[in-house]
């Protein structure tokens, strides 16, 4: 009996746990986060110097912003496709070089087109990294500590936050003269880094190595990990079963693209793109926001340097890694996603009351609380968007969802500089930030089905993977 059974690619990767494997993974593909963070908050917090560089309008300074996510946008639509066809690790190489490059000819930008064009580029090649990593860390970690793997590397955006904000400190403390061509000069060092360490320490997926009928590969990467991790050997059950294969039939879909978002698992495609887009007009809008607003409320209430405050904000973001994990660990994916939105808009509220009543302490409690909660937000949502797509259209999948949630960092930039431009007040755009997140909580309600089970169940199914192997 036991020599006929042929377990799942899913069964070994549970069987082999989690270990250094994942860690190093993280470290090479995760560091897409990193450039991330580095590159978004560096575009925010030179924006005013920028201007006065370039002697730009507010809008026009906004649309700078625009741009960059603009970039994202396709960036992450176009890694679906590549992802799927050529490979997790081909993505995150060229996305790790292109950033490189076009963030150092920023720097050298003659003229405000100029500068806004290779942005856009920027963005495409942090974008075009992101999904494939996601689909990735769902690929090569057990079930049960996804999470822990995806809020790891995830919390490398707030490491690249800190590194930003740091290089900004050295700079100018007060953001008043910053010398933003030698800044992004400083922030595109990262990239080539990771690039290097994802060239000899990212393995491929074994999903996608089986699917391109590359199975010899597939099971080298399985013993590879097994090996690292100190797991029991695998032995007979490297003969895995094959891909099942695709129905192309389905719903009409004639592409990746189209069996995602026609097919029958259109409606969670849609709820999650929907939740992306609040998270992302939540976060990035308030990522560039807050280096215009804290300037002019450190100078009014005589706290610190505003250069220190984002630094203390970003430091912030990893407690909400943390809280993001043990809720994803022990409990459900709709009711964790629904708390967070709940206390993100809460945050946001605050936030407008404390600085409309001189309250340091309660705005400072809602901008600390909307840098940890949008955080256990990002966790969450990514790690569901990770989970309910099937593998062979996992990056596609990724790719819609994170790439439609994009439009929301895309127009948050412009609709901060219209509001306030509109009102002569940044607070209806923290209010309309706070409606978006309240408005989360219905919507993710309607989600098809829950990805996650108990912390009990998914340890019985974790420890069940030897017992069917010996039953078989």
Same mark, same amino acid.
């Given at each position: 009996?036991?020599?006929?059974?042929?377990?799942?690619?899913?069964?070994?990767?549970?069987?082999?746990? %989690?270990?250094?494997?994942?860690?190093?993974?993280?470290?090479?593909?995760?560091?897409?986060?990193?450039?991330?963070?580095?590159?978004?908050?560096?575009?925010?917090?030179? +924006?005013?110097?920028?201007?006065?560089?370039?002697?730009?309008?507010?809008?026009?300074?906004? @649309? %700078?912003?625009?741009?960059?996510?603009?970039?994202?946008? $396709?960036?992450?639509?176009?890694?679906?496709?590549?992802?799927?066809?050529?490979?997790?690790?081909?993505?995150?190489? %060229?996305?790790? @070089?292109?950033? $490189?490059?076009?963030?150092?000819?920023?720097?050298?930008?003659?003229?405000?087109?100029?500068?806004?064009?290779?942005?856009?580029?920027?963005?495409?090649?942090?974008?075009?990294?992101? /999904?494939?990593?996601?689909?990735? +860390?769902?690929?090569?970690? /057990?079930?049960?500590?996804?999470?822990?793997?995806?809020?790891?590397?995830?919390?490398?955006?707030?490491?690249?936050?800190?590194?930003?904000?740091?290089?900004?400190?050295?700079?100018?403390?007060?953001?008043?003269?910053?010398?933003?061509?030698?800044?992004?000069?400083?922030?595109?060092?990262?990239?080539?880094?990771?690039?290097?360490?994802?060239?000899?320490?990212?393995?491929?997926? /074994?999903?996608?190595?089986?699917?391109?009928?590359?199975?010899?590969?597939?099971?080298?990467?399985?013993?590879?990990?097994?090996?690292?991790?100190?797991?029991?050997? @695998?032995?007979?059950?490297?003969?895995?079963?094959?891909?099942?294969?695709?129905?192309? +039939?389905?719903?009409?879909?004639?592409?990746?693209?189209?069996?995602?978002?026609?097919?029958?698992?259109?409606?969670?495609?849609?709820?999650?793109?929907?939740?992306?887009?609040?998270?992302?007009?939540?976060?990035?809008?308030?990522?560039?926001?807050?280096?215009?607003?804290?300037?002019?409320?450190?100078?009014?209430?005589?706290?610190?340097?505003?250069?220190?405050?984002?630094?203390?904000?970003?430091?912030?973001?990893?407690?909400?890694?943390?809280?993001?994990?043990?809720?994803?660990?022990?409990?459900?994916?709709?009711?964790?996603?629904?708390?967070?939105?709940? @206390?993100?808009?809460?945050?946001?509220?605050?936030?407008?009351?404390?600085?409309?009543?001189?309250?340091?302490?309660?705005?400072?409690?809602?901008?600390?609380?909307?840098?940890?909660?949008?955080?256990?937000?990002?966790?969450?949502?990514?790690?569901?968007?990770?989970?309910?797509?099937?593998?062979?259209?996992?990056?596609?999948?990724?790719?819609?969802?994170?790439?439609?949630?994009?439009?929301?960092?895309?127009?948050?930039?412009?609709?901060?500089?219209?509001?306030?431009?509109?009102?002569?007040?940044?607070? /209806?755009?923290?209010?309309?930030?706070?409606?978006?997140?309240?408005?989360?909580?219905?919507?993710?309600?309607?989600?098809?089905?829950?990805?996650?089970?108990?912390?009990?169940?998914?340890?019985?199914?974790?420890?069940?993977?030897?017992?069917?192997?010996?039953?078989?």
């Amino acid at each position: 009996m036991a020599a006929s059974y042929r377990p799942k690619i899913s069964d070994l990767v549970e069987r082999i746990g %989690l270990g250094c494997s994942q860690f190093r993974s993280t470290i090479a593909g995760g560091g897409v986060w990193l450039a991330d963070g580095i590159e978004l908050s560096l575009i925010s917090a030179i +924006t005013v110097a920028v201007a006065h560089t370039f002697d730009l309008a507010p809008a026009e300074r906004g @649309l %700078l912003v625009t741009i960059v996510y603009l970039g994202v946008f $396709f960036g992450n639509l176009a890694s679906g496709p590549f992802g799927d066809k050529f490979g997790r690790r081909k993505c995150l190489l %060229l996305s790790y @070089l292109c950033i $490189f490059i076009f963030s150092m000819a920023s720097s050298f930008s003659p003229s405000y087109a100029i500068l806004a064009l290779i942005r856009f580029f920027v963005g495409v090649s942090f974008g075009f990294g992101q /999904p494939a990593w996601n689909a990735l +860390t769902g690929e090569i970690s /057990p079930k049960y500590w996804r999470v822990l793997v995806n809020g790891g590397s995830q919390s490398l955006f707030s490491l690249g936050e800190v590194y930003c904000f740091f290089l900004v400190y050295l700079d100018n403390p007060s953001m008043k003269h910053l010398n933003w061509r030698l800044l992004l000069r400083e922030g595109a060092i990262p990239s080539i880094v990771f690039c290097l360490i994802c060239f000899f320490f990212l393995n491929e997926s /074994p999903y996608y190595l089986s699917n391109q009928g590359r199975k010899k590969e597939a099971q080298d990467i399985l013993v590879k990990m097994q090996q690292e991790n100190g797991a029991p050997e @695998l032995d007979d059950l490297l003969d895995f079963q094959d891909p099942e294969p695709r129905d192309d +039939t389905q719903a009409g879909s004639c592409d990746e693209i189209n069996e995602v978002v026609c097919g029958d698992i259109s409606t969670t495609t849609w709820i999650a793109t929907y939740s992306c887009f609040v998270l992302n007009f939540c976060f990035y809008g308030s990522l560039y926001a807050f280096p215009i607003v804290l300037p002019d409320l450190s100078t009014r209430n005589n706290t610190v340097s505003p250069a220190v405050n984002l630094i203390i904000g970003a430091c912030w973001e990893f407690p909400g890694y943390a809280l993001a994990i043990a809720l994803a660990m022990c409990w459900n994916r709709k009711p964790s996603i629904q708390m967070y939105a709940l @206390l993100c808009g809460l945050g946001n509220l605050m936030f407008v009351v404390g600085v409309a009543t001189d309250s340091t302490i309660l705005w400072r409690l809602g901008f600390y609380g909307i840098k940890a909660f949008s955080i256990v937000g990002y966790v969450l949502v990514y790690v569901l968007i990770s989970e309910v797509f099937p593998k062979n259209i996992s990056v596609t999948g990724n790719s819609v969802a994170i790439g439609g949630g994009r439009i929301g960092a895309m127009i948050a930039p412009l609709a901060y500089e219209l509001l306030t431009s509109w009102a002569h007040s940044f607070y /209806p755009f923290f209010y309309v930030i706070a409606f978006m997140c309240l408005s989360n909580i219905p919507i993710i309600s309607l989600l098809p089905s829950e990805t996650s089970e108990s912390l009990a169940a998914s340890l019985k199914e974790h420890q069940s993977y030897g017992a069917t192997k010996d039953t078989a």
